[in-house]
């Protein structure tokens, strides 16, 4: 795992914030995250729902509404994504960086051929000819083991069951072998058998073709099925990142320590409390009214993230 | 998000952020309420008696003593149109308010039920729905003969059909929320649960669906009478009017221009509300965020 | 498919059998044709007090004495062989008038249809995508004013600014094709106002959702994703509100044909009532109601065809 933090990030977000304007009113949902994505690496961002964990994916392709704004900065591969164009995003949006989006139900387009819907992806982003295109996409259905790949070619998103769609949005996402994948919620609404076979779908797709991952998950345990690196993310900024081994083993963030204590194998115990509106943030720590060691200094003061252990940080301050 | 808890600081300050964020609310409010105080107002703010003839000064433009001319009677335009203003008001809301609460009260029973009552009352809808409405309000007129009375017993009988079906529907949805369920469970009777729990969730719809509905109604009325169904000489109806002036167009055409400026006016004043209250009331129309 | 067309056709048929019923209740049950009026309106003239022998034999030739259900029978029984009876006033079947004045409605129509959606579905369309500038405003202040224009008002502001003032159009009647101008503009006005409007939103609720976000993470141009995601599911519920518009619009004709003296079903219709020649009256509000569900069901069709949701159902 160390010698890949040698290596130069192939994504790099520094000091990224993503805002809303909703009437009068600022969301910040995303507050001044860094975090460095490398080559053939898995990272999960786990988080509770409204964390900010999908935005954060949608300012990375640039693909947040009009009302929105994202300040600071993130390299892929040296290129300024918050500078770039609009054609150069479009260039870079399912051939570079593939996104594989949460909600299998709502996700593919009602009124067209799942087949279709893979193929377009293909057909843009390389000079392949629609008869290879249909075969590559036949191929495609059946590494990710969807039953009789051929047939459901001509299949209708509503004719498929929720784990059939959400393998032809893994087909569509990872089509054009894009270097970063962006997943997002992927088990999201799946029962539990379906939720196992998706994540060893994943599992392998990573596996087999080197490339890097950010997959976003509510879900600790698929994240550490999966992931080489954790961060966790509460209230728009991360609270605690390092190896997966790391994190899940030593907790060092009683956010992370209560996420893994509300896991059905580990207690099954709910965090008391919920996380703040993000339009009105508490100036102090902002885990600290839910905080089981919740410390004076954290109502006033907000925590920086440091470097609690070797490559494991940490914005608390009992881990000082 | 939190809007509420932000701006609760004095009362002006909730009015004043009320005006500026449902500024289309607050405009056509004022207009209804500007169509509402003529008729209300009506008789004390006629410059002339709207019925009376006065043969010696027809069809005379506008001036100091007729503002907006007079009719080929010799009637003061201004007048008539005021007067007008009280006919469509008064028929469209006797026509709303009988043909709301009838829809409502038969979509209630047709969801809450179902079954039998509800096909009952879903077929007719069916049935009367496959007429245009106003085709449909000129078979009963023939029957009734013209006449005001006519075109309101008329557009009662036409326009409940869109309240029972949007209270079904919502009834339907309703019927498997919680906290009904919870209310059954409590051993509340049904009309209880009819009245007190399902109706105060469908009134914000239905108040959308009235104001609408008088805009039409309101335009539905001039039509008729237009086509001389409706409101019968010597009454002051807006479209009656309109009708009137058709063969002065060419040299009088302000006897048709105040009438139709007023009819459309009121009923871009109604529509309008309607259409702001829909938005008020479904926050969902407003910019979203993700997740 | 095939089942989902059987359904519709046989409900289709259904409310058509129904609304004959009702027409016919609704014209029958009352003052307006009692053999009296009959009398006074279509053959002795309204002054004149009918004697009782011609009661008497209008009520046999009529056969107004029998049970309503029997007329009904009667009637429904020859309508389906295309005898709609005969006109108190022309003294010609009932067929025969509709038939000669039909067209003149059709084409008045069909041409007023066009002209709305040629107008009001491309800029709902632009308006949508350009949401908030100064082009969308604008249109959407003239669908506003055009929704609240009563048709027969507009007709003569169109007379008074069109044809006494330019002198472009004839004010009335059916000569030439400068003659259809300014009806079907009337008529376009109300529906493409509509169409327009609901068009911009349902392509502002369509551009919201989950898979046009999946379209453009693939990097699919932005005219791709409007032309090839969003436009098709956007068009779904403007099918089915066309179809309601026309059935507003087969209403605002008897207006629009009454102003401009178009010699179509409408101004037949019209004139019909005020001569109580109720059995066409009958006829033309069946036509209406009969054009009516047909437009209706060709729309759920053409939306079957639209939406694979319908035409295949869901499968286990």
Same mark, same amino acid.
């Given at each position: 795992m160390l010698n890949k933090q040698v290596m130069s990030p192939l994504l790099s977000i520094r000091a990224l914030s993503t805002c809303f304007q909703i009437q009068e009113t600022v969301v910040k949902a995303v507050d001044n995250v860094s975090l460095d994505i490398y080559p053939d690496e898995v990272l999960a961002l786990v988080g509770e729902t409204g964390c900010g964990k999908s935005v954060l994916a949608l300012s990375i392709l640039r693909l947040l509404p009009e009302n929105s704004l994202s300040e600071g900065s993130i390299l892929y591969k040296g290129f300024e994504i918050l500078e770039g164009s609009n054609e150069e995003l479009r260039a870079l949006r399912g051939r570079e960086i593939g996104m594989i989006p949460?909600?299998?139900? +709502? +996700? @593919?387009?009602?009124? @067209?051929?799942v087949g279709w819907q893979v193929m377009e992806v293909l057909r843009l982003h390389t000079k392949v000819r629609k008869p290879d295109a249909h075969k590559k996409v036949v191929e495609l259905f059946s590494r990710l083991q969807l039953p009789e790949p051929e047939k459901r070619m001509d299949y209708y998103p509503h004719q498929l069951s929720g784990g059939m769609r959400q393998r032809v949005l893994v087909s569509m996402g990872v089509a054009c072998n894009p270097n970063l994948i962006l997943v997002d919620e992927p088990t999201k609404g799946l029962d539990a058998v379906l939720r196992m076979e998706v994540v060893k779908l994943l599992g392998r797709q990573a596996a087999e073709n080197n490339r890097s991952m950010l997959l976003i998950t509510h879900d600790l345990s698929v994240a550490a099925l999966l992931a080489d690196r954790i961060a966790v993310m509460y209230a728009g900024e991360i609270v605690e990142m390092g190896s997966s081994a790391g994190v899940l083993k030593i907790p060092r963030h009683p956010y992370t320590q209560s996420l893994l204590d509300s896991l059905p194998g580990r207690g099954f115990k709910p965090i008391p409390g919920f996380s703040p509106s993000l339009s009105r943030i508490p100036p102090g720590c902002r885990f600290q009214p839910r905080c089981r060691v919740a410390c004076s200094k954290g109502a006033a003061l907000h925590p920086d993230l440091r470097e609690a252990d070797p490559n494991h940080y940490v914005r608390c301050f009992h881990a000082d | 998000m939190d809007v509420i808890l932000l701006s609760a600081k004095t009362p002006k300050k909730v009015v004043l952020r009320f005006l500026k964020q449902e500024s289309m609310l607050a405009v056509s409010g004022a207009a209804v309420l500007l169509v509402i105080m003529v008729a209300l107002l009506g008789p004390l703010i006629m410059p002339h008696d709207p019925i009376s003839v006065s043969l010696t000064e027809k069809v005379q433009t506008p001036s100091f003593q007729y503002p907006f001319g007079t009719d080929p009677l010799g009637r003061c335009i201004l007048s008539r149109v005021i007067q007008g203003t009280r006919t469509s008001l008064t028929a469209a809301v006797v026509i709303v308010s009988i043909s709301g609460i009838g829809g409502v009260l038969l979509g209630l029973l047709a969801g809450y039920k179902g079954g039998g009552v509800d096909s009952l009352i879903m077929r007719l809808v069916d049935v009367l729905l496959a007429f245009p409405s106003i085709i449909l309000a000129m078979a009963l007129i023939v029957s009734m003969g013209p006449g005001l009375e006519s075109v309101i017993v008329a557009l009662t009988l036409v326009h409940w059909t869109g309240y029972a079906r949007l209270v079904r529907a919502e009834v339907l949805t309703l019927k498997q929320a919680e906290f009904v369920e919870g209310a059954r469970a409590l051993g509340n009777s049904s009309s209880r649960i009819l009245f007190k729990y399902i109706l105060p969730n469908v009134l914000a719809p239905v108040l959308v669906m009235a104001s609408l509905d008088i805009a039409h109604i309101i335009l539905s009325m001039a039509s008729l009478s237009f086509l001389g169904l409706g409101a019968q000489p010597p009454e002051a109806e807006w479209g009656a009017m309109i009708n009137q002036g058709r063969e002065f167009i060419r040299t009088a055409p302000y006897v048709t221009l105040f009438p139709g400026l007023a009819l459309m006016f009121s009923i871009l004043a109604f529509s309008l509300l309607g259409d702001s209250l829909r938005d008020y009331f479904d926050p969902r129309l407003r910019d979203k965020v993700i997740e | 498919m095939g089942r989902f067309i059987c359904k519709r056709l046989a409900a289709t048929i259904l409310v058509i059998v129904a609304a004959s019923m009702l027409t016919f209740g609704i014209l029958h049950l009352t003052p307006g044709s009692t053999p009296a009026t009959i009398l006074k309106y279509a053959f002795i003239g309204l002054e004149e007090i009918p004697t009782d022998a011609e009661i008497t034999e209008i009520t046999t030739r009529f056969k107004l004495s029998d049970p309503l259900y029997q007329q009904y029978y009667r009637w429904i029984k020859q309508a389906l062989r295309g005898d709609l009876g005969d006109s108190y006033v022309y003294r010609l079947p009932v067929a025969e008038l509709i038939g000669l004045r039909f067209p003149a409605t059709a084409l008045l129509a069909v041409l007023s249809v066009t002209l709305s959606l040629l107008i009001s579905i491309p800029l709902g369309i632009l308006c949508a995508v350009k949401r908030n500038t100064f082009f969308d405003h604008f249109n959407r202040l003239l669908a506003l004013f055009a929704v609240a224009m009563p048709s027969f008002w507009l007709a003569y502001l169109l007379i008074i600014v069109f044809s006494l003032g330019f002198n472009l159009f004839p004010v009335a009647g059916f000569r030439s094709l400068s003659s259809l101008v300014l009806p079907c503009v009337t008529l376009a006005a109300g529906m493409g106002a509509v169409t327009l409007r609901i068009m911009r939103s349902s392509m502002l609720e369509v551009m919201g959702q989950d898979y046009i976000l999946t379209a453009r993470s693939k990097g699919l141009y932005e005219r791709s994703v409007i032309a090839k995601h969003a436009l098709k599911n956007a068009f779904l519920p403007v099918v089915t509100v066309v179809g309601l518009q026309f059935g507003h619009m087969l209403g605002g004709s008897v207006i629009v044909e009454t102003v401009f003296s178009w010699p179509g079903i409408g101004k037949l219709l019209i004139d019909s009532i005020f001569a109580k020649d109720i059995p066409v009256v009958q006829g033309c509000i069946l036509l209406i109601a009969g054009t009516y569900a047909l437009v209706n069901l060709l729309v759920d069709l053409s939306y079957a065809l639209m939406d694979p949701r319908i035409r295949y159902g869901r499968e286990s």
């Open positions: 949460q909600s299998q139900a +709502s +996700s @593919l387009n009602p009124l @067209l051929k | - | -």
